[in-house]
């Protein structure tokens, strides 16, 4: 009997386990997908809908993203002067790719626009392309590393 009752219990509590997991991801999803892993977005959250925009610059640093756990941002200054606050994705992918990142780099980033910040859908180096979310609907999409010349075709 009392095997049975524990059972019960371990799987009741897994259940509502799951579901409190599923009720936060889709919260998150509810806010835009723009907005995940982005510190100034958690709690208002973000759809979309800015520009897109290609920047091109050499990288001043690779940084800890502020108020997200191993999320990395890179601040990126262009040749006219520009500086912008790039948004990257977790520092477990970005530093295990055959792309690595390093101050003084000549990089290429597109993204979503926000204020003096990027929202990277994909950063370029040299032949290399490190995509990072899909620009239709803003969600994480890890995959590198990829030619940049065969990116262009496709």
Do not use: H
């Amino acid at each position: 009997m009392k095997k049975v009752s524990m059972w019960s219990v371990m799987v009741v509590a897994i259940f509502m386990m799951t579901m409190m997991f599923a009720l936060q991801s889709q919260a998150q999803l509810e806010k835009g997908p723009w907005s995940l892993g982005v510190p100034e977005l958690a709690d208002v959250g973000y759809k979309g809908g800015g520009a897109i925009v290609t920047e091109a610059g050499t990288v001043k640093k690779i940084e800890k993203m502020a108020g997200v756990k191993d999320g990395l941002q890179m601040r990126l200054v262009t040749a006219q002067g520009g500086k912008w606050l790039v948004y990257m994705g977790p520092k477990w992918f970005i530093e295990n790719q055959k792309v690595k990142f390093k101050v003084g780099d000549a990089v290429e980033v597109r993204g979503m626009k926000l204020g003096s910040a990027i929202i990277a859908s994909e950063i370029n180096k040299g032949e290399w392309t490190m995509k990072l979310r899909n620009e239709e609907d803003g969600m994480p999409s890890w995959e590198c590393c990829f030619p940049r010349k065969l990116k262009k075709e496709e």
